[in-house]
């Protein structure tokens, strides 16, 4: 058989499912970040018979400011979403990249206008075409002073570059202020390097949750992700229900998080 979900009913015992699952979460039992890695569109796409992937990443797209919805009305602080990793410059069709990136400006942009949230790009900028930059930019300071749902974009992000990234402002801005590597070598620790990631800031996000059944992090805040825990479904993107999601703060709300003891 396929992995693939045959999807719930949508009349009343799926509803009254839904409810039943939503009041068996304590708040205090919920994560306060979540990141969300966003695959299978293309074989969304594919499987219903649609010519280009475009239709799979436009409707997985839709799919993910529904899935902020759901995060926020649930009172979760901040949501770290993987639209385009750094990999993906280079290993997808001009074709089918030059729609992504028209697909993921447009939706920093909707994002940006919707509610009291907060857009944040994280990533590099290397790579991405100007429009799309100015995009980000333009999301992100449209809602520098919302104090709602904290939304990371993580656009030409790859954690291994990050952690590289990081490490290289850390000996700049030493350099600057005239240390030796005697003195670099003392003071470089765990918590200054998270301090210049692209998340600096920010909590580590204490679930990662993964679309389409497959079971890797394909190089996503690695070194946030140190405590994470983390959570596969067999839903393709696009085809991710608020039961779904649901299922899965159950199962990390019933977890004994150790912290790697």
């Keep these: 058989m396929s992995k693939r979900q045959v999807p719930l009913g949508r009349g ?3 509803e009254l499912y839904q409810k039943r699952l939503r009041q068996s979460l304590a708040p205090q039992t919920l994560p306060h970040h979540v990141a969300m890695i966003i695959d299978g569109n293309r074989r969304w796409a594919r499987q219903l018979g649609f010519e280009t992937a475009a239709h799979g990443h436009r409707a997985g797209a839709a799919k993910m400011r529904e899935f902020l919805e759901w995060c926020d ?7 770290t ?5 750094s990999d993906n410059l280079s290993n997808r069709s001009s074709e089918e990249l030059d ?4 697909i993921i400006a447009e939706l920093a942009e909707d994002l940006s206008h919707y509610r009291d949230w907060r ?3 994280v990533g590099s900028v290397e790579g991405l075409p100007v429009p799309l930059v100015e995009a980000l930019k ?16 993580a656009i030409g992000y790859g954690g291994r570059t990050e952690i590289a990234d990081a490490v290289r402002s850390i000996i700049a801005a030493h350099h600057l202020q005239g240390g030796t590597i005697e003195d670099l070598a003392a003071v470089l620790t765990p918590d200054l390097i998270g301090e210049h990631l692209y998340t600096g800031g920010q909590p580590d996000p204490d679930l990662v ?3 389409s059944g497959e079971q890797r992090l394909s190089d996503f805040m690695l070194w946030q992700s140190a405590h994470s825990e983390f959570y596969f479904m067999e839903a393709l993107g696009p085809d991710l229900r608020e ?7 159950r199962d990390y709300s019933r977890r004994n998080r150790r912290f790697g003891g």
């Excluded at 009305?73 to 949501?79: F, H, K, N, R, T």
């Excluded at 979403?81 to 990793?85: A, H």
């Excluded at 729609?99 to 028209?102: R, T």
Aim: charged letters at 15%.
């Design 73 to 79: 009305d649930l009172g979760i602080s901040v949501v």
């Design 138 to 153: 333009a999301a992100e300071a449209r809602t520098a002073g919302n104090t709602g749902l904290h939304v990371n974009l």
């Design 119 to 121: 857009v944040k790009h």
């Design 209 to 211: 949750i993964r679309t």
């Design 81 to 85: 979403l993987y639209l385009l990793s």
């Design 12 to 14: 009343l015992l799926y």
């Design 99 to 102: 729609a992504l990136i028209e």
């Design 243 to 249: 039961v779904d999601f649901l299922r899965a703060l």
